[in-house]
């Protein structure tokens, strides 16, 4: 008998176990999915991650702007300010609930650096789902959220304005960080392909906004001043490429009447999407060809 009565008290003993796995196992669920739920909401700011992968909700696509922005960094052998430069931006225009696709242009060839031809290739690259561009050198970060990267539908809008930036500040100065719509970027006939090494393509820039008739629009009643942005641009370290042959120097306040946007010419080595610290870039390899009859100073002597 006493082996048949230890055998229900077992039994239920047993029972007992089973039903507090199944409490926790339950426990551990409802917790999870108020894990992922939160970590959701909290994403909405920046969409990168799991949940970024889903199509976002009805109420979510009403509250992130229609247009989409190419972000174009003329890039090569900045590596630390790379790994710095894509997880900034990403969440900065998260933030601002601005869509966006970040593209390093990466020069591969042994030419002399041409930021130039490589926002050309980048625009060109930029695929139909952009409407508009950011040309965004990679060592400078915007510190104040109140900085606009919106779609610039009534004119160029140069972010990093003389009276921001931290290095330049010339009245007609448009280098740095500058919005335009792909239509007027066109209507420009992009940039000029004549300026190899360091400076100078950003002014004659300029003067094709002037010439093209457009007008040029700058952030206002931003309080940080100089502050505004962090520039990784130590000269000590990164040697610019200033040399000028007698011929370049000829060449330097001219404006390029008929080549840019059209007469680029480049091939692109590969394409490969990479994630910085979780924030979606791609990186393309550009080799530029130059017609060195034309512009002999493509290549060091
Ligand atoms: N740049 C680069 N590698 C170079 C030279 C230039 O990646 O060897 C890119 C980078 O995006 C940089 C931009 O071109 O921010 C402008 O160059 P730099 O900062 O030297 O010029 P500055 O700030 O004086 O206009
Ligand atoms: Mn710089």
Not at 29 to 57: I, N, Y
Not at 153 to 180: D, F, N, Q, R
Not at 251 to 270: C, P, R, T
């Amino acid at each position: 008998m006493y082996p048949l009565r230890r055998r229900p008290a077992l039994a239920l003993r047993r029972g007992g176990r089973w039903s507090s796995l199944l409490v926790a196992g339950l426990l551990l669920l409802v917790l999870s999915l108020v894990w992922f739920h939160l970590s959701c909401s909290a994403e909405r700011d920046e969409p990168s991650g799991p949940c970024s992968a889903q199509p976002p909700g009805a109420s979510e696509q009403l509250s992130w702007a229609p247009h989409r922005l190419a972000v174009l960094v003329p890039y090569r052998q900045r590596f630390e300010e790379l790994l710095a430069f894509v997880p900034h931006l990403h969440g900065f225009l998260g933030r601002q609930k601005v869509r966006h696709r970040i593209l390093i242009l990466n020069q591969v060839d042994r030419l002399r650096f041409n930021r130039a031809s490589l926002i050309n290739a980048g625009f060109k690259e930029s695929g139909n789902d952009t409407d508009y561009v950011v040309m965004h050198d990679v060592d400078l970060l915007p510190l104040n959220q109140d900085l606009d990267y919106g779609y610039p539908a009534s004119g160029p809008y140069h972010v990093a304005s003389p009276e921001l930036h931290p290095l330049y500040h010339y009245k007609t100065y448009v280098g740095g960080i500058l919005l335009l719509t792909k239509r007027h970027y066109e209507m420009c006939n992009g940039m000029s392909n004549r300026f190899w090494g360091w400076g100078r393509e950003d002014d004659e820039f300029y003067r094709r906004i002037k010439g093209a008739g457009l007008q040029l629009h700058r952030p206002s009643g931003i309080s940080t001043g100089y502050k505004t942005f962090r520039h990784l641009h130590d000269p000590a370290w990164r040697k610019r490429d200033q040399k000028r042959s007698a011929a370049q120097k000829q060449e330097q306040f001219k404006v390029d009447q008929a080549g840019g946007l059209n007469n680029v010419k480049y091939s692109i080595q590969s394409r490969t999407d990479v994630t910085i610290a979780g924030a979606p870039c791609t990186v393309l390899n550009i080799m530029l060809e130059c017609d060195e009859s034309q512009t002999p100073w493509c290549v060091l002597s």
